[in-house]
């Protein structure tokens, strides 16, 4: 997913869980809450003769992931960002929203041919603040402020909501 390591505070693992029974991984970030992830969302997946044996919060993830070892001697690793999805974190979303507007900006702003100095002149701010602006992994701005930057660029911004499609059976 490449609009995962835009976001901006990471969220840390303190424990995994595995629940055969459920058939899923729980992760428990450091605040306590629990986030479950079915075993049909990993890519490695557990079977009745190579179910999971361990696994563990990985160092290497930056203890932002899971690792697991199946009976079969096979490893992989999950990012937490897989469980917030699957979850539908309304913060993860967000952000992930967030994120794609700031990186259609970037296009918009490339393509319009104006100078950063003349945005941050028609927006009242400064230069620095139009590359914080058009930073895809800075998180510490508004919807409102890329509504603003991409108006100036003479782009419309519309919002939508629709009902998501079912999930196919």
């Known amino acids: 997913d490449p609009c995962a390591r835009a976001r901006g505070a990471a969220v840390k693992l303190r424990s995994v869980r595995v629940d055969h029974r459920k058939r899923?991984?729980?992760?428990?970030?450091r605040s306590g809450r629990v986030l479950p992830l079915p075993f049909s969302k990993l890519d490695l997946r557990p079977t009745r003769t190579a179910p999971i044996v361990r696994a563990w919060v990985d160092p290497e993830l930056g203890n932002e992931g899971i690792t697991y070892e199946l009976a079969s001697g096979a490893e992989?690793?999950?990012h937490v960002d897989a469980a917030l999805d699957y979850n539908r974190d309304p913060a993860y979303l967000a952000e992930i929203?967030?994120?794609l507007l700031t990186v259609e900006a970037l296009k918009r702003v490339e393509a319009?041919?104006?100078?950063?100095?003349?945005?941050a002149r028609r927006l009242g701010t400064s230069v620095?603040?139009?590359y914080r602006l058009l930073d895809p992994t800075n998180m510490r701005?508004?919807?409102?402020?890329?509504?603003?930057?991409?108006?100036v660029v003479d782009c419309e911004v519309r919002v939508s909501v629709r009902r998501r499609r079912a999930a196919a059976a």
């Open 24 to 29: 899923c991984i729980e992760f428990v970030t």
């Open 76 to 78: 992989s690793s999950v």
């Open 97 to 99: 929203k967030l994120h």
């Open 112 to 119: 319009s041919g104006l100078s950063r100095r003349e945005i």
């Open 128 to 130: 620095p603040q139009v």
């Open 141 to 151: 701005k508004s919807f409102v402020q890329l509504v603003a930057l991409l108006d």
